[in-house]
């Protein structure tokens, strides 16, 4: 059984007399170790899709299963429980809250799920390990460049050892030479084995993950594996993607 | 998400906000500081008017005063006796629950001089006594003896004088530096010679006292400056209670009776009518029987008629009571208004901080944070702030008592006492949960994507 199970579903918004099929019946699986992109236009839903994939939002119809568990029907409480614990988002603007330090940034998703102080803060110093930023566990996310803040982001995605992770355009706002570096990462993570999707609308980044959707209409336009395509990376993949 | 947590981010976000905060904070510093200040300032006044009551004579004292006899007895008014001894007399044999009784025959201090070699002195009163006066009145004795039978049957020219007489007439111990004791001394009463025989000791608030000690440091300070002499220490005598107690001269009750009393009224008739009979009850939880067996004895002296009525301690008390519960009552407006004013200050700047943060509760939200969680972090960083602010305003309400005694250190010093405290800072996390409340409700009920996607 895959990962995440998406079955015909539909999100519609109302507004004003107008009804608009922001996804208009999609079927998706996600399986454990997967590196996605979603990719398309603004406004073709791949946001929305997103939303409802990381727990963020219900669909209007249709089923969905994360890990086993019935998404579609959970209530709000259950929803922050799957996100606490399954789920890591790494987000355009990095999201970090600017009076938390580094380190505490990095333990919020720990503190919302009870963990003790000791936990947290071993557990904070190995996510932040991992992006090479321990050093900077004391700083402040504005002491930091947009790079390294996405790092910390990233670092907090991952502290709670979630089963997929979620980046809404990682890249979108930053320098080319800086985006590099967060893909490189999560090629990284991926590597080790992590599921990730990614939100993008740069085909150019789209064409790094071993598998490609996309989104036009609300509707999954076309589902490719990079495998298959053949399509070039521009980072060296150490270990061919499973599929 | 456990307490601990939430109360640790919220307390994050007051110390990041610690500007803003303190602001916040001013309304619950002041209402709480004024609460526990004022309730020490009242209860320094209340400790100075129990002092007074003190040394008026103790609780179980009761007066049999004069009073108009009723309008159904208006025809036997010119029958009316007064007070007179054999009344004393009567209720000594009759009423055993009265356990000490003494009759006062006070002289008009108007035509009674006291001198002493051309100095006079004011007296607070002139009064013929029992021994029995010593417990009714709460005197003691410093220097010589109090009257005995023989000055009673005798009808002897003694006196007893309190420290302010002996003060007027041969010089405080402030004044000539040493204590005198006029034991044995000479003084004219209304023109008769009388023997001092004893004389009490010193009474004195600790108001008095203070002032005293104060004087004392100024002269210290000012070396050989010029002594003050402070405006209204004379025009608060009559009304001082310590002051009357220091300056009174007591004789024996036959003596005004016989050399003052034997042809004072206008056709040289004598005036035996005491001013006061004073009672003192065996038990004051038998005060109301005691005073039926008093009423009764004395309706029979009297033939019927109601020309008495008891005048109990209590009265008085009950009426300080009233008057100190109408100033904890406007001291509690004023300090549960500026509390409102706090409690609204915290709403105000809750509602704005979450404002600013919404795209933060979205994150929260995000990373798997619960509305519950949300609710309660708001809801804690909104009581963290009143408690804060009720621990700052009890440090500063120290503070505030410190400057009222500095402003007026004659007065009853304030004494900060635990319930207002503890009333305060209840009543300051009252106001932080109804204060947080409506923001916390509104920060729990944001849609995650809604908050994350706000600009």
Same mark, same amino acid.
């Given at each position: 059984?895959?990962?995440?199970?998406?079955?015909?579903?539909?999100?519609?918004?109302?507004?004003?007399?107008?009804?608009?099929?922001?996804?208009?019946?999609?079927?998706?699986?996600?399986?454990?170790?997967?590196?996605?992109?979603?990719?398309?236009?603004?406004?073709?839903?791949?946001?929305?899709?997103?939303?409802?994939?990381?727990?963020?939002?219900?669909?209007?119809?249709?089923?969905?299963?994360?890990?086993?568990?019935?998404?579609?029907?959970?209530?709000?409480?259950?929803?922050?429980?799957?996100?606490?614990?399954?789920?890591?988002?790494?987000?355009?603007?990095?999201?970090?809250?600017?009076?938390?330090?580094?380190?505490?940034?990095?333990?919020?998703?720990?503190?919302?799920?009870?963990?003790?102080?000791?936990?947290?803060?071993?557990?904070?110093?190995?996510?932040?390990?991992?992006?090479?930023?321990?050093?900077?566990?004391?700083?402040?996310?504005?002491?930091?460049?947009?790079?390294?803040?996405?790092?910390?982001?990233?670092?907090?995605?991952?502290?709670?050892?979630?089963?997929?992770?979620?980046?809404?355009?990682?890249?979108?706002?930053?320098?080319?030479?800086?985006?590099?570096?967060?893909?490189?990462?999560?090629?990284?993570?991926?590597?080790?084995?992590?599921?990730?999707?990614?939100?993008?609308?740069?085909?150019?980044?789209?064409?790094?993950?071993?598998?490609?959707?996309?989104?036009?209409?609300?509707?999954?336009?076309?589902?490719?594996?990079?495998?298959?395509?053949?399509?070039?990376?521009?980072?060296?993949?150490?270990?061919?993607?499973?599929? | 998400?456990?307490?601990?947590?939430?109360?640790?981010?919220?307390?994050?976000?007051?110390?990041?906000?610690?500007?803003?905060?303190?602001?916040?904070?001013?309304?619950?510093?002041?209402?709480?500081?004024?609460?526990?200040?004022?309730?020490?300032?009242?209860?320094?006044?209340?400790?100075?008017?129990?002092?007074?009551?003190?040394?008026?004579?103790?609780?179980?004292?009761?007066?049999?005063?004069?009073?108009?006899?009723?309008?159904?007895?208006?025809?036997?008014?010119?029958?009316?006796?007064?007070?007179?001894?054999?009344?004393?007399?009567?209720?000594?044999?009759?009423?055993?629950?009265?356990?000490?009784?003494?009759?006062?025959?006070?002289?008009?201090?108007?035509?009674?001089?006291?001198?002493?070699?051309?100095?006079?002195?004011?007296?607070?009163?002139?009064?013929?006594?029992?021994? @029995?006066?010593?417990?009714?009145?709460?005197?003691?004795?410093?220097?010589?003896?109090?009257?005995?039978?023989?000055?009673?049957?005798?009808?002897?020219?003694?006196?007893?004088?309190?420290?302010?007489?002996?003060?007027?007439?041969?010089?405080?111990?402030?004044?000539?530096?040493?204590?005198?004791?006029?034991?044995?001394?000479?003084?004219?009463?209304?023109?008769?010679?009388?023997?001092?025989?004893?004389?009490?000791?010193?009474?004195?608030?600790?108001?008095?006292?203070?002032?005293?000690?104060?004087?004392?440091?100024?002269?210290?300070?000012?070396?050989?400056?010029?002594?003050?002499?402070?405006?209204?220490?004379?025009?608060?005598?009559?009304?001082?209670?310590?002051?009357?107690?220091?300056?009174?001269?007591?004789?024996?009750?036959?003596?005004?009776?016989?050399?003052?009393?034997?042809?004072?009224?206008?056709?040289?008739?004598?005036?035996?009518?005491?001013?006061?009979?004073?009672?003192?009850?065996?038990?004051?939880?038998?005060?109301?029987?005691?005073?039926?067996?008093?009423?009764?004895?004395?309706?029979?002296?009297?033939?019927?008629?109601?020309?008495?009525?008891?005048?109990?301690?209590?009265?008085?008390?009950?009426?300080?009571?009233?008057?100190?519960?109408?100033?904890?009552?406007?001291?509690?407006?004023? @300090?549960?208004?500026?509390?409102?004013?706090?409690?609204?200050?915290?709403?105000?700047?809750?509602?704005?901080?979450?404002?600013?943060?919404?795209?933060?509760?979205?994150?929260?939200?995000?990373?798997?944070?619960?509305?519950?969680?949300?609710?309660?972090?708001?809801?804690?960083?909104?009581?963290?702030?009143?408690?804060?602010?009720?621990?700052?305003?009890?440090?500063?309400?120290?503070?505030?008592?410190?400057?009222?005694?500095?402003?007026?250190? @004659?007065?009853?010093?304030?004494?900060?006492?635990?319930?207002?405290?503890?009333?305060?800072?209840?009543?300051?996390?009252?106001?932080?949960?109804?204060?947080?409340?409506?923001?916390?409700?509104?920060?729990?009920?944001?849609?995650?994507?809604?908050?994350?996607?706000?600009?």
């Amino acid at each position: 059984m895959a990962l995440v199970e998406l079955r015909d579903i539909r999100k519609t918004y109302h507004l004003g007399g107008e009804v608009i099929h922001a996804l208009d019946g999609v079927d998706l699986d996600v399986d454990q170790g997967d590196f996605t992109s979603i990719i398309g236009p603004s406004g073709s839903g791949k946001s929305t899709l997103m939303h409802i994939l990381g727990c963020l939002d219900t669909p209007s119809s249709g089923s969905m299963t994360l890990d086993g568990m019935d998404i579609h029907d959970a209530t709000p409480r259950q929803l922050a429980k799957v996100r606490g614990e399954k789920i890591g988002f790494v987000f355009q603007f990095f999201n970090l809250l600017p009076k938390l330090s580094v380190a505490q940034n990095v333990e919020l998703p720990l503190i919302y799920k009870g963990a003790s102080s000791r936990e947290r803060r071993e557990r904070a110093m190995q996510a932040l390990d991992l992006v090479n930023l321990e050093d900077r566990a004391k700083h402040r996310p504005s002491q930091l460049s947009g790079g390294q803040q996405q790092r910390v982001a990233i670092a907090r995605a991952l502290v709670n050892d979630p089963r997929i992770i979620f980046a809404d355009e990682p890249t979108g706002n930053l320098d080319s030479h800086t985006g590099e570096m967060i893909l490189e990462t999560f090629c990284k993570l991926h590597e080790e084995g992590r599921t990730i999707m990614l939100v993008t609308h740069d085909p150019e980044i789209a064409a790094l993950t071993p598998k490609k959707i996309e989104i036009r209409d609300g509707k999954i336009a076309s589902d490719v594996d990079a495998k298959l395509s053949g399509r070039e990376s521009r980072f060296k993949l150490n270990r061919p993607a499973d599929t | 998400m456990n307490l601990y947590n939430a109360i640790l981010i919220g307390l994050k976000d007051i110390w990041a906000h610690k500007f803003r905060t303190l602001l916040t904070m001013l309304g619950i510093v002041l209402g709480v500081s004024s609460l526990v200040a004022m309730a020490a300032v009242i209860t320094g006044m209340e400790k100075g008017m129990k002092e007074s009551m003190i040394a008026m004579g103790g609780l179980d004292k009761v007066r049999i005063d004069d009073e108009d006899v009723p309008v159904w007895q208006d025809h036997l008014r010119d029958q009316s006796p007064g007070r007179l001894i054999r009344d004393v007399h009567a209720l000594q044999a009759s009423a055993p629950l009265i356990k000490t009784i003494s009759p006062e025959m006070r002289l008009d201090w108007r035509s009674t001089r006291v001198t002493s070699k051309g100095k006079t002195a004011s007296t607070s009163e002139i009064v013929g006594v029992w021994p @029995a006066v010593l417990e009714m009145n709460l005197y003691e004795l410093e220097h010589g003896r109090f009257f005995c039978d023989l000055d009673e049957e005798f009808a002897n020219s003694v006196c007893v004088i309190g420290t302010g007489v002996r003060d007027q007439l041969f010089g405080s111990p402030e004044q000539t530096g040493e204590t005198m004791v006029p034991i044995g001394k000479t003084i004219q009463i209304g023109g008769q010679p009388f023997t001092i025989v004893g004389m009490f000791r010193h009474y004195e608030s600790e108001q008095e006292r203070k002032l005293k000690e104060l004087a004392k440091k100024q002269q210290q300070e000012t070396k050989g400056g010029v002594k003050r002499q402070r405006g209204w220490s004379g025009a608060k005598k009559w009304g001082d209670a310590f002051w009357r107690k220091n300056n009174v001269v007591y004789m024996p009750l036959n003596t005004a009776w016989i050399k003052f009393r034997a042809a004072s009224n206008e056709d040289g008739t004598p005036d035996p009518r005491l001013t006061d009979i004073d009672i003192k009850i065996a038990d004051l939880d038998l005060l109301e029987p005691a005073l039926q067996q008093a009423r009764n004895v004395m309706l029979t002296m009297h033939n019927g008629i109601v020309d008495f009525e008891f005048e109990t301690e209590e009265n008085q008390i009950n009426d300080i009571r009233t008057r100190i519960r109408n100033m904890r009552i406007s001291q509690g407006v004023i @300090a549960g208004l500026s509390l409102l004013v706090g409690g609204i200050g915290i709403m105000n700047i809750m509602l704005a901080s979450i404002n600013e943060r919404i795209r933060e509760i979205g994150t929260c939200k995000a990373v798997g944070a619960s509305s519950e969680a949300i609710f309660t972090q708001i809801l804690v960083e909104s009581i963290a702030v009143a408690l804060i602010g009720a621990v700052v305003g009890l440090a500063f309400s120290f503070v505030l008592v410190e400057l009222i005694e500095l402003a007026s250190p @004659a007065q009853n010093s304030p004494i900060i006492t635990t319930p207002p405290m503890l009333l305060a800072v209840a009543f300051s996390a009252l106001v932080g949960v109804v204060a947080g409340i409506f923001p916390a409700y509104k920060a729990a009920g944001l849609h995650p994507i809604q908050a994350l996607r706000y600009e």
